[in-house]
């Protein structure tokens, strides 16, 4: 296994779809109406670049070890439900400490004019 920090992913289009957007606020207890929720940032940044890391075979991240560990969201504005955002994903840190791998990855999330919408950061360990 190669340390991969520093590694940039692809970017990957995701449209904000309002008919997913109310079925995921239903699923939490959120009104609809109120927009797209927060954690639908799980979605449309983490859940759209993370899988680049998870099958990078140099990344060798070995799921039955795998802990989420952390997550975090940053906004400079709340997406709109039929717009469109482009995310990427990096790996920002990949450390070993104490027999265990920390990866930390990153993703922004920016709108069609290359504004940033929202920034991702996740902790993933990895146990020995």
């Known amino acids: 296994m190669a340390a991969v920090a520093g590694r940039t992913y692809p970017a990957v289009q995701f ?18 109406a109120d927009g797209v929720p927060p954690t639908f940032a799980a979605v449309y940044s983490l859940g759209v670049t993370v899988p680049h890391l998870f099958a990078d075979e140099e990344a060798a991240v070995d799921f039955a070890r795998l802990l989420h560990a952390e997550q975090e969201f940053e906004w400079d504005r709340h997406p709109r ?18 027999g265990m791998r ?10 069609s004019s290359g504004a940033l919408v929202c920034r ?6 990895i146990r020995s």
């Open 102 to 111: 920390f990866v930390s990855f990153e993703a922004d999330t920016s709108d």
């Open 120 to 125: 991702s950061r996740t902790l993933f360990v």
């Open 15 to 32: 449209e904000i779809d309002a008919d997913r957007v109310a079925a995921f606020a239903k699923a939490i207890g959120a009104d609809p």
């Open 81 to 98: 439900a039929g717009e469109t955002v482009t995310s990427r994903g990096r790996v920002a840190s990949d450390v070993n400490r104490r």
